[in-house]
């Protein structure tokens, strides 16, 4: 079985297997962790992982979760962290999907 050695940042230098270290990937945001819980003291721990570790953690069998980032995320962050301004069609878009639903309120609350 693989052995995979971790540092807790209480405990120090731990043994973990494959599965117990899970590898998420964001990227469209350019990052990339991997995530365990501690086996002598129990504390979840985050660190982040370029793309070697990635590559390591996966070849040993860690299980990967990929992040998918709504393109709408995207766009705002682009605007210098901020949200772009609406624009005119956004208003207009706007206008006819408040003339095109019957109950507003319905669909505002998810009923």
Do not use: N
């Not at 860690?62 to 393109?71: A, F, I, Q, S």
């Amino acid at each position: 079985m693989t052995t995979i050695k971790a540092t807790c940042p209480t405990c120090g230098d731990v043994d973990l297997t494959p599965a117990d270290v899970t590898v998420t990937v964001a990227h469209a945001l350019g990052w990339s962790t991997y995530t365990f819980r501690c086996a002598t003291c129990w504390d979840a721990v985050c660190k982040p992982a370029d793309d070697e570790v990635v590559q390591l953690l996966t070849g040993a069998g860690v299980r990967v979760e990929r992040l998918e980032v709504p393109l709408e995320y995207l766009e705002a962050r682009a605007v210098a962290g901020r949200a772009a301004a609406l624009t005119a069609d956004d208003l207009l878009d706007f206008a006819v999907w408040l003339h095109d639903t019957e109950d507003i309120l319905g669909v505002l609350l998810g009923e």
